[in-house]
């Protein structure tokens, strides 16, 4: 399992779809999208922001059990070491994104609250 370029293609072309979702239609049946990056085929749907947390949310889940998954896989004389480096790697990277988007949703709430009415 290695972190590649299209995967950081993919990445950029989900937060492209969550950000704007309606100007990439053709997205959502599998196609490239217009902005000429590769769509992975998964709909977001009309959830719109709690839709794309949780989806972040279930993301890193699964990328922190497949961290584990590897290193359970090492410990047991099975596993290859850079399977496990890169799989930490990429849990501990979507980890780091939820929590910077966790932050920002704070700091939003509090700015709003400090809002005169």
Avoid: C, H, W
Avoid at 18 to 47: E, F, H, K, Q, V
Wanted: aromatic residues 2%; proline residues 2%; negative net charge.
């Amino acid at each position: 399992m290695s972190i590649g370029s299209l995967d950081g293609l993919s990445a950029y072309a989900r937060a492209a779809r969550a950000t704007n979702p309606l100007a990439d239609t053709g997205a959502r049946t599998g196609g490239l999208a217009p902005s000429g990056g590769l769509a992975s085929g998964t709909s977001i749907g009309g959830g719109g922001f709690g839709a794309m947390v949780e989806n972040m949310v279930s993301q890193t889940g699964d990328a922190l059990r497949g961290a584990e998954t590897q290193s359970i896989r090492q410990i047991g004389g099975k596993g290859d070491l850079i399977d496990v480096v890169t799989a930490i790697g990429a849990a501990e990277t979507a980890l780091d994104t939820v929590v910077a988007v966790r932050d920002r949703v704070v700091s939003a709430y509090s700015d709003i609250m400090k809002m005169q009415i």
